[in-house]
DNA sequence: ATAGTATGAATCC
DNA sequence: TGGATTCCCTACTA
């Protein structure tokens, strides 16, 4: 044991307020001696870098940690510990400014990047590409060159676009339907290709909902059809009533909707669990109705194919990706049946040639600066491609006969990775002839009134608009999952465990879509429930009826257009 | 009210 | 190439 000074068993504390001083040297002089340069340097670093609030902030994480190892060392009878009240940023713990919420507006650490554009040299407040005060376009170079593509599938395939947006695109009042059934986050959601009123849901626990939004009480969830992330699903082209999903658990299944009985196609982990290198999982599927196939790309960078008629795997897989990198989305072209478009974590794109697949062979890969999220051909004449990338940017290439070599145009759109979250995905509007509108969730908060919530954007992809942002003040989730329905104005949204559905109020009036955003709010706006703040009060307890409010939303944005009515079903 | 936790890409060496 | 560490505007439960 080390001598002891006659003290109390614990330093003396001494709690500085907000004061700039430096510890007090003669803490220094003390500890000179007893203890080696080094130790005190580290100490001292710490004192610099974590001056925290109160004393139980200090003790937290593993700053926190080390500051009661050195209260222990001190308990050898030394100097008093100096603690600061001095404010300090939650992000990089240096003092002079703080970062999080004030009110419902975050205020980024200026030493860090941009959180929406990722550059530096700003914060979210003074981005160019802020979303709240501009749309944040990059132009990419464009030349004429003309690449393979064309040669192969620019005469099967002339593009057949409308070139006039349609003027009725966005509704000016919605009704927001809510369910909640879902016990992990929702993952993926898919529209009934014939009846118009039905949604399926996956979950994270591979669950899979089925949600018919017109008769509101009735509920349906599958629990057995996976055993982890339903992480794709897509009707059976041939048999409206069967689903195929793809999992984390290395299986695909086709699932019979009415009686929740579901087959396996595939299993890709015959032998179990043999531990986390060889456990294969499925994230990208599509369907390619025309060669009769499911496509199915697994985490370590495989693609495989599934005769659909006899439910047998054809051929061996094909590395379509990096090595070991996860293959997380794969799309079918439309229109020509030969093409395919993959996406994944080695941060391609890469467009494939179907009568040819083979590792390496790809037609063109489109480079990402992070991981893609999603990439779709466009839903009409799949000459477009949207991709969603972690970067916070949107790519966009207008013809897949033209360059390809850079994208059309990136658009700045807060989507950030949060491991947490389901990946954003930007979906397009099926119904747009112009083939120019998406809808993606955003990650970023933004303060409408008080509150701090996360809309759903609605993004002209032509120009980089952002046409409209839905949003309920009763919601006050990130809503990563969002697809719009393929005949009826409807918006699908899974967000966090909830699903909802978002219409236009009957007596709503179409919109024309032009170079303005719309606010549309859905629900009502004094009783916010806010992230952390705002008043709290009365829950819509009434569950499983509707509930109609009008009470006036203000904005903090001038000449919005701006409605409410919470038609709220809860179960 | 708040602490714990699930859990994945990037980065570093 | 791989293991440890960091990131730090999540959502929910206990």
């Known amino acids: 044991m080390a001598p002891q000074t006659r003290r109390t068993s614990f330093p003396k504390v001494v709690i500085e307020r907000d004061s700039d001083s430096e510890p007090s040297s003669s803490e220094e002089e003390e500890e000179e ?67 999080g919420f004030k009110g419902a507006t975050y205020i980024d650490c200026p030493m860090k990047p941009c959180f929406l554009c990722k550059m530096p ?108 992330i339903v992480n794709n699903m897509r ?8 689903v195929y999903a793809a999992s984390s658990d290395g299986t695909i299944s086709c699932i019979d909707m009415e009686t929740g009985i579901s087959l396996s196609l595939m299993n890709l982990n015959p032998d179990g669990w043999q531990g986390p290198s060889s456990w294969r999982m499925l994230y990208g599927m599509d369907v390619n109705s025309e060669k009769g196939l499911v496509l199915v790309a697994d985490n370590f960078g495989f693609l495989y194919l599934v005769d659909t008629r006899s439910n047998n795997k ?59 999220n999603s990439a ?39 989507h950030d990775f949060n491991r947490h979250l389901t990946p954003f995905r930007a979906e397009w509007d099926p119904k747009d002839p112009s083939e120019s509108l998406a809808v993606i969730g955003r990650y970023i908060s933004e303060n409408y009134n008080g509150a701090a919530l996360h809309p ?10 952002l046409v409209a942002e839905v949003m309920d003040p009763n919601i006050t989730t990130i809503s990563p999952v969002n697809k719009l329905h393929p005949r009826d104005d409807v918006l699908a949204t899974g967000s966090s465990r909830s699903l909802f559905i978002w219409r236009p109020k009957e007596k ?21 429930r806010s992230r952390k703040f ?23 944005k001038p000449e919005r257009n701006l409605t409410r009515c919470s038609n709220k079903v809860k179960r």
């Not at 955003?517 to 004094?526: D, F, L, P, Q, S």
């Open 456 to 465: 759903i954007d609605f993004i002209d992809i032509s120009t980089g608009q």
């Open 376 to 414: 779709y051909f466009s839903p009409l004449s799949g000459s477009k491609i949207l991709t969603t990338s972690q970067d916070n940017r949107l790519r966009i290439w207008d013809s897949i006969f033209g360059d390809l070599d850079s994208p059309s145009r990136e658009i700045v759109h807060s």
């Open 33 to 99: 001696g007893e203890e080696d340069e080094d130790n005190r340097e580290e100490e001292e670093a710490e004192r610099g870098e974590n001056e925290e609030g109160e004393e139980e902030e200090a003790l937290e994480n593993k700053n926190g940690e080390r500051k009661a190892e050195g209260l222990d060392a001190k308990k050898k009878g030394k100097a008093p510990i100096t603690l600061s009240l001095k404010k300090v940023c939650k992000v990089c713990k240096k003092a002079g400014h703080e970062a």
């Open 508 to 528: 709503s009036e179409p919109v024309e879509r032009k170079d303005e955003r719309r606010i549309i709010v859905c629900g009502r706006a004094e009783k916010k």
């Open 121 to 228: 040299g700003h914060t979210t407040m003074t981005c160019p590409h802020r979303v709240a005060t501009e749309h944040g376009v990059i132009p990419a170079p464009r030349r004429s060159t003309r690449n393979p593509l064309e040669y192969v599938f620019e005469r099967q395939l002339r593009p057949d676009i409308l070139p006039i947006k349609p003027t009725f695109v966005i509704p000016d009042q919605v009704n927001c339907a809510v369910i909640r059934y879902h016990s992990r986050r929702v993952t993926c959601l898919e529209f009934h290709p014939t009846n118009n009123n039905i949604l399926l849901s996956g979950d994270k626990k591979g669950q899979v909902g089925v949600w018919d939004f017109a008769k509101v009480h009735e509920k349906m969830v599958y629990g057995n059809v996976h055993s982890c």
């Open 235 to 242: 009707f059976n082209p041939t048999k409206d009533d069967s």
């Open 314 to 372: 054809i051929g061996e897989a094909v590395l379509i990706h990096k090595k070991g990198s996860k293959v997380v989305g794969l799309h079918c072209n439309p229109v020509q049946p030969d093409l395919l478009l993959s996406c994944g974590n080695d941060h391609f794109a890469r467009i494939w040639d179907m009568r040819r697949m083979e590792a390496g062979s790809s037609l063109y890969a489109l480079a990402h600066k992070r991981v893609v």
């Open 534 to 556: 705002g008043d709290e009060s009365d829950d819509d307890s009434g569950d499983d009826k509707f509930t109609s409010q009008s009470t006036k939303l203000k904005s903090n």
